[in-house]
């Protein structure tokens, strides 16, 4: 069974920063891709930012140059660094995969302050 855990979220002063980390178990992980989406309080989720199997990757508009989205396969491991946050930020972040169906984690707050 595919499981998947997020860590890593906070409270941050605007312009900080904050490492999330998703462990991924029950499946095969390098071969897939991974994603971070977030979802603010009464806002739709949405898609951060994502990683291929072989490490290619892409951002939402509102995070480029300020997210960077990497992977261990080693760990089996996806991590989402976000230097530079703004209040707008604050969310709740999951983790993402997509196998059949999608898969997600608990989430994590991440909680901007200005």
């Known amino acids: 069974q595919v499981q998947l855990v997020e860590s890593g979220g906070g409270l941050v002063q605007a312009g900080g920063s904050l490492r999330l980390s998703c462990v991924a178990s029950?499946?095969?992980?390098?071969?897939?891709?991974m994603s971070w989406y977030r979802q603010a309080p009464g806002k739709q989720r949405e898609l951060v930012a994502g990683i291929t199997s072989g490490g290619s990757t892409n951002y939402a508009d509102s995070v480029k140059g300020r997210f960077t989205i990497s992977r261990d396969n080693a760990k089996n491991t996806v991590y989402l660094q976000m230097n530079s946050l703004k209040p707008e930020d604050t969310a709740v972040y999951y983790c993402n995969v997509r196998i059949g169906g999608d898969y997600w984690g608990q989430g994590t707050q991440v909680t901007v302050s200005s």
């Open positions: 029950g499946m095969i992980f390098r071969i897939y891709s």
